[in-house]
T-cell receptor, first 112, second 113 residues
Framework: KQEVTQIPAALSVPEGENLVLNCSFT??????LQWFRQDPGKGLTSLLL?????REQTSGRLNASLDKSSGRSTLYIAASQPGDSATYLC???????????FGKGITLSVRP | DVKVTQSSRYLVKRTGEKVFLECVQD?????MFWYRQDPGLGLRLIYF???????EKGDIPEGYSVSREKKERFSLILESASTNQTSMYLC????????????FGPGTRLTVT
């Protein structure tokens, strides 16, 4: 059974800092790993998806990597801004009839 | 852009009422999902559907049912709402095949009093 862990649960950083959010998963037979952003009271916005054949994906200031052998994914945010404050969730998918397994998220606060 | 819409952003219902939550996607996706999200428990899958009239139970189907009569629409039904079903409900869709990337709607905050 896939389990996804995100530690720490909360993070506070000053504006401008480069930061890394971590995601660990137990089943290395992962098909894809998806990173989401959630603002308070809102739905989830897909940020990046990494398929098992890929090592990383980039979108603007965001870069996500996937290391299946170690069971880890990281989301790198460059030059953080107050507008990046949100909860970031990662989720793993292990096959066509399986479900997306979510971590509980990391709540990021970027201080001006 | 993929768009997933949910019928209500906020809903207040009384215990025992029958509640319908509707979700519509405009990308011709085969797969659709209903989750609930609660503090400390994260997102939990209630039901999913991989085709019209097809459904599969997720982790917490008790007290819920679903309906998928058309490909673009997936409804979650609370047959007799209870206070422990107060939660944020999130709908999602994905294509079958390819990346399976999931796209989420804005959520419905349901309060059962």
């Amino acid at each position: 059974k896939q389990e996804v862990t995100q530690i720490p649960a909360a993070l506070s950083v000053p504006e401008g800092e480069n930061l890394v959010l971590n995601c660990s998963f137990t089943d290395s037979a992962i098909y894809n790993l998806q990173w989401f952003r959630q603002d308070p009271g809102k739905g989830l916005t897909s940020l990046l998806l990494i398929q098992s054949s890929q090592r990383e994906q980039t979108s603007g200031r965001l870069n996500a990597s996937l290391d299946k052998s170690s069971g880890r994914s990281t989301l790198y945010i460059a030059a953080s801004q107050p507008g990046d404050s949100a909860t970031y969730l990662c989720a793993g998918w292990t096959g066509a009839n399986s479900k997306l397994t979510f971590g509980k998220g990391i709540t990021l606060s970027v201080r001006p | 852009d993929v768009k997933v819409t949910q019928s209500s952003r906020y809903l207040v219902k009384r215990t025992g009422e029958k509640v319908f939550l509707e979700c519509v996607q405009d990308m011709d996706h085969e797969n659709m999902f209903w989750y609930r999200q609660d503090p400390g428990l994260g997102l939990r899958l209630i039901y999913f559907s991989y085709d019209v009239k097809m459904k599969e139970k997720g982790d917490i189907p008790e007290g819920y049912s679903v309906s998928r009569e058309k490909k673009e629409r997936f409804s979650l039904i609370l047959e007799s709402a209870s206070t422990n079903q107060t939660s944020m409900y999130l709908c999602a869709s994905s294509e079958y095949g390819g990346s399976y990337e999931q796209y989420f709607g804005p959520g419905t905050r349901l309060t059962v009093t």
